[in-house]
């Protein structure tokens, strides 16, 4: 089974408007960590944002918040007032607590057009 | 604020041949890791290391090797290069203590393809 789900292969959006970004997971771990990245088109890979499985507030950064559904198994990036810059592909990722690795399991993204 | 560094950025190569992607980070980390990226997927881990002299496979090891002599490097080897090799290759870092909020830093990337 895929531990992280992007169902979502493209999205567009109005400049300024807000998109929601899906993610789902699976783990049975009790402790674990959401991530979201940003890919633009240049190639690297930024931080966006980070949710952890016992923290009881949404996370927030910027523009950026990370919608935490623990019971569904969600944790869908919120991005406000959109701009042209965050054209990109964008990537769910988690960490599973127990496994000591540290590595990251990532879903296959979502690409994200911003329309002026 | 050098952080991950990846080279080359850019390699093509032939079946068969071997070579070595290098990766160094001047942030202390102890946890490093490499992972491909096929178009149209996300990130898959080939190796990782949570401190000098210790490496461990992740989920698509096959071709590969590494190793960690310092905490600064931890170099990718393809042994015998193939077309499925092609990809984008990043090295990442994050520390090793159970501070679970803490992202791993990328590099650059490294495009390689195998003719």
């Known amino acids: 089974a895929q531990k992280i789900t992007q169902t979502q292969p493209g999205m567009f959006v109005q400049e300024k408007e807000a998109v929601t970004l899906d993610c789902t997971y699976d783990?049975?771990?009790?402790?674990?960590?959401l991530f979201w990245y940003k890919q633009p088109s240049s190639g690297e890979m930024i931080f966006l944002i980070y949710?952890?499985?016992?923290?009881?507030q949404n996370a927030t950064e910027g523009r950026y918040s990370l919608n935490f559904q623990k019971a569904r198994k969600s944790a869908n990036l919120v991005i406000s007032a959109s701009q042209l810059g965050d054209s990109a592909m964008y990537f769910c990722a988690m960490r599973e607590g127990g496994t000591g690795r540290r590595a990251l399991t990532f879903g296959s993204g979502t690409r994200l057009q911003v329309q002026p | 604020n050098a952080g991950v560094t990846q080279t080359p950025k850019f390699q093509v190569l032939k079946t068969g041949q071997s070579m070595t992607l290098q990766c160094a980070q001047d942030?202390?980390?102890?946890?490093m890791s490499w992972y491909r990226q096929d178009p149209g997927m996300g990130l898959r881990l080939i190796h990782y290391s949570v401190g000098a002299g210790i490496t461990d496979q992740g989920e698509v090891p096959n071709g590969y090797n590494v190793s960690r002599s310092t905490t600064e490097d931890f170099p990718l080897r393809l042994l015998s290069a193939a077309p499925s090799q092609t990809s984008v290759y990043f090295c990442?870092?994050?520390?090793?203590?159970?501070?679970?909020?803490?992202?791993?830093?990328f590099g650059d990337g490294t495009r390689l393809s195998i003719l």
């Open positions: 949710q952890g499985s016992y923290d009881q």
């Open positions: 942030m202390n980390h102890e946890y």
């Open positions: 783990t049975s771990d009790p402790s674990y960590g």
């Open positions: 990442a870092s994050s520390p090793a203590r159970d501070y679970s909020n803490q992202p791993q830093h």
